[in-house]
């Protein structure tokens, strides 16, 4: 049964953020600011958010967020940059930090709390459709887009009970609920992958243990460090903490001694210091002429750094715009393997993928393949660990670049393919669980996405939407 519609503005208001001045901002703090760039599809990203004051925070108490609040970014760009579309709407979750809602976000409140469900409210601004009128109606340049209280209350919205909006919030939050499960497993799969690449190759936490083991001397300037790990193994055998000890044939393969190296200091005996370009290969990208239509909108995806993941979710699986083989075979673009890293070398210089399936990429990534025997996950690693020391030595004065000569100019101490396919080894059934979890999430999407329209609308009834978000989950 199809719905009769109104305006949002029957159900609620539009509260402004706060106008919090440059002066009020801190570097660090527990009461962080949300900004536009902090709503983003969905969710709120708490990373790079400004801080108030404890007093501050007090008195502006009225813009505190909440579990359940729905923020809309009412500043932002226009279609020709749809990943910072004016308009994106995030809801806040539980267990997420208290924060204060800055000017240019706005908060939809209810008028009465029974009138309609606020998360089906969520869902209705989130619609391709809801988007596509707010961006429509913005006003303002395409660079610097614009919606007032007054559009985002003058969207269409369908009458219907409150029961009813409900349930159907109800049948989309359990699907968003399951991917926002699957993205807490993953950061906690990747810190543990990244944890262990630090342990061996950053902090030579195996050789510091096989030195203890055998009496060797540790060197005074890491005497820190095998104190630490001294402590540490002390509180294991006691049962005071619980960290998982290295197999004898894993701990074989890291030496018990150090050596000393005018380059680099103390790196393990038998270790080498080497360029990052000596471990790695680079491919460069391309882009199929724009103007040639039978070059674009195929089957193969073609990356660029709007399809960057977040780093805990590591791998790419799919890309925003796809090209033809007519496209690659006329461009300099090349069909990349799984396992492949791409780095961003252009703009947004440092963003980071694991090729997930084949795809092409542009001529502002690089694609990082190993050397020889130099596994995948260790190059994946490598290059994130160093992504700062790239972006200190980049080029550019309009935009910062990575070059091939960056490559050479980072030295890092090396072991041999053993310890770095051995790392792989058992870091691989992580990557491999993450990589399940993303494909879980994108058929989650994918469902949710079919069956959000035509709940809103009324087309498709609450009992066979629930059966079909039952099948999906399970």
């Known amino acids: 049964m199809a719905y009769s519609f109104t305006e949002l503005g029957e159900y609620v208001k539009v509260q402004g953020g706060f106008a919090y001045k440059s002066k009020d901002f801190q570097e660090t703090g527990g009461n962080p600011v949300l900004k536009i760039k902090n709503v983003r599809f969905g969710n709120v990203n708490y990373s790079e958010t400004a801080y108030i004051s404890d007093e501050l925070a007090h008195q502006t108490k009225d813009w505190e967020t909440r579990e359940g609040d729905v923020l809309i970014s009412m500043t932002g760009s226009g279609p020709n940059a749809p990943q910072s579309l004016v308009g994106r709407v995030a809801r806040v979750w539980g267990n997420e930090p208290t924060a204060y809602i800055n ?42 887009a614009n919606i007032s209280s007054k559009i985002i209350e003058s969207l269409p919205c369908p009458v219907v009970e409150y029961e009813v909006s409900k349930k159907i919030a109800i049948i989309l939050r359990s699907i968003d609920e399951k991917i926002r499960l699957n993205r807490q497993i993953n950061a906690t799969l990747e810190q543990m992958a990244q944890a262990l690449f630090k342990s061996w190759f950053v902090d030579f936490d195996p050789v510091i243990d096989n030195a203890l083991d055998t009496g060797n001397p540790i060197p005074a300037a890491l005497a ?29 393969l890291f030496p018990s ?24 290969q680079l491919t460069g990208g391309g882009t199929p002429k724009t103007t040639i239509d039978k070059y674009w909108n195929g089957d193969i995806p073609w990356f660029s750094v709007v399809d960057a ?44 993928a694991l090729v997930a399936a084949p795809m092409t990429m542009n001529q502002s990534c690089y694609a990082v393949n190993g050397r020889g025997e130099y596994s995948d996950e260790f190059v994946y690693y490598l290059i994130r660990y160093q992504v700062s020391g790239l972006q200190q030595r980049s080029h550019g004065s309009v935009f910062s670049t990575i070059t091939r000569d960056t490559f050479k100019s980072i030295r890092v101490p090396a072991s041999n393919s053993k310890v770095t396919n051995k790392y792989s080894a058992v870091v691989k ?14 058929e989650l999407e994918m469902t949710r996405d079919t069956l959000l329209p035509k709940l809103i609308s009324g087309e498709l009834q609450i009992p066979e939407a629930e059966k079909l978000a039952a099948e999906a989950l399970n």
């Open 103 to 144: 000017q240019r976000v706005g908060r939809i409140k209810l008028k009465k709390e029974l009138d309609i469900d606020l998360d089906f409210l969520f869902y209705l601004l989130s619609m391709p459709k809801s988007q596509e009128f707010l961006v429509s109606n913005s006003s303002g340049s395409a660079n610097q």
């Open 224 to 252: 820190a460090k095998g104190e630490q790990r001294k402590q540490l193994r002390e509180a294991v055998a006691k049962g005071e903490a619980e960290v998982p000890t290295l197999p004898d044939d894993i701990r074989s």
């Open 257 to 280: 001694e150090f050596e000393f190296t005018e380059e680099m200091g103390w790196i393990p005996k038998g270790w080498s210091i080497q360029a990052i370009d000596e471990l790695i």
């Open 429 to 442: 059934p992580l990557f491999d669980k993450i990589l399940s979890n993303l494909r879980c999430s994108r």
């Open 309 to 352: 993941p977040s780093e805990t979710d590591v791998f790419v699986v799919d890309t925003e715009k796809h090209v033809t083989q007519a496209g690659i075979d006329n461009s300099s673009t090349k069909i990349l393997r799984p396992g492949t890293t791409i780095i961003s070398a252009r703009g947004t210089v440092g963003k980071c």
